[in-house]
């Protein structure tokens, strides 16, 4: 439903979706004790927290400009800012952030690097990201069970691992062998011929994984291959983001004289984006906010939950699209916008010069 939506309707669905889970929270945490509780706030804390907003936009911008400069490209700190910033806006307003990658490929493009490499740039920040949280996800869990509050978590959780299973299996045979992926691909779609509804999409979508299939492979070959320390300096880059991103909730527990241990932190917020990473809303609103108060409500106060989640997501999310939204309407103005969250700027490999 979304993928049709204007981008002026997508953000005014982003902000009336925000604000209605924000009520809905507080009408389920306030209590007597929660005005107490926000004057007692060590503002502090709250500062600290910002600083690692700051220090998480500072690692997703050399991620960028690593990656960037390895093929060729270099980034100025201030165009890797506007990059990332504008991407975290369109990435927020489209589900599973369909739009944002299509943008930073035409924002690489706009300083002379060509489609197909801007491509690859995107595909490894992504898979960086996708490596961490399906790794992490599944490994704590392994080990505490505990994590997982209820039966319903606990089909949700086995129902991602085993999309991503596939989904990693896929992404090896499709490297090694981008052929036979694509063979197969079209087995199976030629298959859901037979429903009437898919009859006139299998086309489209056999040309759309195809086109994935050898971004894929362009792109890992051409990094694993030739430029590794890029990728070990990306993957230490990826590391410092998620720390700072994963401090930011233990912070501000310890703001709300709330405090839990960070290991528990860290270990929460892993299972958690390990079920968000292809929620199907707008950055991951509702669920996100819906997951933190289940996994959260055993360790704090019910009077104080509701403060925490929204203060949570205003540094991890909101914060974000605010400074991006400004980024742009100055650069690039509404209009603009519709081509990238509409997804039509699409990756061509042989424009590139290589």
């Not at 920040?125 to 599944?138: K, Q």
């Not at 070959?221 to 720390?243: D, P």
């Not at 980024?327 to 519709?338: A, D, L, N, P, R």
Request: with cysteine.
């Amino acid at each position: 439903m979304l993928k049709h939506l204007t981008t002026r309707r997508r953000i005014a669905f982003f902000l009336l979706y925000s604000i209605i889970i924000i009520l809905i929270i507080l009408a389920a945490t306030v209590g007597p004790e929660t005005l107490l509780a926000v004057k007692k706030l060590q503002l502090s804390y709250l500062f600290i927290a910002l600083g690692l907003y700051g220090l998480m936009l500072y690692f997703d911008i050399l991620r960028l400009k690593i990656l960037a400069n390895a093929l060729g490209t270099k980034l100025s700190f201030f165009y890797s800012l506007k990059s990332i910033l504008a991407y975290n806006f369109l990435s927020a307003i489209t589900p599973a952030l369909s739009g944002g990658e299509p943008l930073l490929v035409y924002m690489l493009k706009e300083k002379g690097m060509g489609v197909g490499k801007g491509t690859s740039v995107v595909v490894i920040r992504g898979i960086l990201m996708i490596m961490f949280i399906a790794i992490g996800g599944p490994l704590i869990i392994y080990y505490h069970h505990e994590l997982l509050p209820n039966v319903w978590f606990k089909r949700m959780f086995d129902g991602v691992a085993l999309f991503l299973v596939v989904l990693i299996l896929f992404i090896l045979y499709a490297i090694f062998s981008p052929l036979r992926a694509e063979h197969v691909v079209e087995k199976v779609l030629h298959l859901l011929n037979r429903f009437k509804f898919l009859r006139n999409r299998t086309p489209k979508l056999i040309q759309s994984i195809d086109g994935w299939i050898e971004e894929l492979n362009h792109s890992m070959k051409l990094f694993f291959q030739q430029r590794k320390l890029s990728i070990l300096g990306a993957t230490l880059c990826t590391i410092g983001f998620i720390c700072a991103n994963y401090s930011m909730a233990y912070v501000i527990l310890k703001g709300l004289n709330s405090p839990v241990s960070l290991g528990k932190v860290f270990m929460i917020q892993f299972v958690l984006y390990f079920l968000l990473y292809f929620s199907p809303t707008p950055g991951g609103s509702g669920i996100a906010e819906g997951g933190f108060y289940v996994f959260f409500a055993p360790l704090v106060p019910q009077q104080i939950l509701g403060i925490l989640i929204i203060l949570w997501r205003f540094f991890t999310i909101y914060l974000g699209v605010i400074m991006g939204g400004a980024v742009i309407v100055k650069s690039f103005g509404i209009e603009q916008m519709e081509v990238f969250a509409e997804e039509k700027i699409k990756p061509v490999l042989n424009e590139d010069n290589e």
